[in-house]
């Protein structure tokens, strides 16, 4: 069954320490892994997918298939990346995403 | 332009009556996706529309749920006899939605429609 994991429901650190929101998946094939977030008041946007190995706002995700892992860094967090976190693969074939149940990070000063 | 709207923002409505929520998607987008999010629940896949065709339902919790799309545009989600447990926040997203293609559009997302069922 294709699942998506993410451990951490809630993720608090100060201002200016390293981060990362974790994200194990389960789907047969090669998925393509994604980063949503969601800012108060805001609506869902899409962060970064992993084909694109960029860096979106400081954050990076690396592609472990090994581990089935696509985890969310960033090594100095700011207060405005308070947000809700999504991690979403989508199958090779088909448009459909799969959300994790979402991980909100709070940045304290 | 404009991007994906949803109305209402918010409705209340008594438990055993149908509700419909309405989504604009952005123009030119042929993919059309439909989500709830509940609290502890995460981002539920509902239905995805290419077109006005729904190639994928499979994420509709019941019968009581249905949707559809015409003149490739505009969508409404109809929930029959609502239940308490209905109560959620409706997300709708378009994205350019090439069919069959391997490549990914970004999907854009509504503001939306925050249900509560009395």
């Known amino acids: 069954a294709q699942r998506v994991t993410q451990p951490e429901k809630l993720l608090s650190v100060f201002k200016g320490a390293p981060v990362e929101l974790k994200c194990n998946y389960s789907?047969?094939?090669?998925?393509?892994l994604f980063w949503y977030v969601q800012y108060s008041r805001q609506r869902l946007q899409l962060l970064l997918r992993h084909i694109s190995r960029e860096s979106i706002k400081g954050f990076t995700a690396d592609l472990n298939k090994g581990e089935t892992s696509f985890h969310l860094k960033k090594p100095f967090a700011q207060e405005e990346d308070s947000a809700m976190y999504y991690c979403?693969?989508?199958?090779?074939?088909?448009?459909?995403?799969?959300f994790g149940e979402g991980t909100q990070l709070t940045v304290n000063p | 332009g404009a991007g994906v709207s949803q109305s209402p923002s918010n409705k209340v409505t008594e438990k055993g009556k149908d509700v419909e929520l309405r989504c604009d998607p952005i123009?030119?987008?042929?993919?059309l996706y439909w989500y709830r999010q509940s609290l502890g629940q995460g981002l539920e896949f509902l239905i995805y529309?290419?077109?006005?065709?729904?190639?994928?339902k499979s994420g509709l919790p019941s019968d009581r749920f249905s949707a559809e799309r015409t003149g490739g545009s505009v969508s409404t989600l109809t929930i029959q006899r609502t239940q308490q447990e209905d109560s959620a926040v409706y997300l709708c997203?378009?994205?350019?939605?090439?069919?069959?293609?391997?490549?990914?559009?970004?999907?854009?997302f509504g503001p939306g429609t925050r249900l509560t069922v009395l």
């Open positions: 123009s030119g987008h042929t993919a």
């Open positions: 529309f290419q077109g006005n065709s729904a190639p994928d």
């Open positions: 979403a693969p989508k199958p090779t074939s088909g448009s459909r995403l799969t």
């Open positions: 789907y047969s094939g090669s998925p393509e």
């Open positions: 997203a378009s994205s350019l939605g090439l069919a069959g293609s391997r490549s990914y559009n970004e999907q854009f």
